[in-house]
């Protein structure tokens, strides 16, 4: 269990982060460490992980999803690579060939 320092101290970072560029190669890090499992696995273990920090965390997941989208947002730009990279990634590893 967390003590409530450190729970607090990452609530007020998760809270204020304003670098989202700073999520681009963790990105490609924790899909990186999946690739060896099966597609549906890939996608739902990180899920998992996810609800169970913000569990953790007492935070509300949802809440912290769409702080995502708008992060992941602002992170793409026409110079970036690795976010494209993730989207190329689930194209061909994860949907289903035609």
């Known amino acids: 269990m967390l003590n409530v320092t450190l729970r607090s101290r990452l609530n007020d970072g998760i809270n204020w982060f304003s670098e989202p560029s700073r999520l681009r190669d963790p990105v490609v890090k924790v899909v990186s460490v999946l690739d060896l499992e099966p ?3 890939r996608y739902l273990a990180p899920a998992g992980v996810f609800v169970l920090m913000a569990d953790e965390l007492k ?4 809440d912290d999803i769409e702080r995502v989208r708008r992060m992941l947002a602002a992170a793409e730009g026409p110079f ?3 976010l494209q990279a993730m989207r190329d990634y689930v194209r061909a590893e994860l949907l289903p060939r035609e």
């Open 80 to 82: 970036t690579h690795q």
């Open 39 to 41: 597609a549906v696995e």
């Open 59 to 62: 935070r509300d997941a949802h």
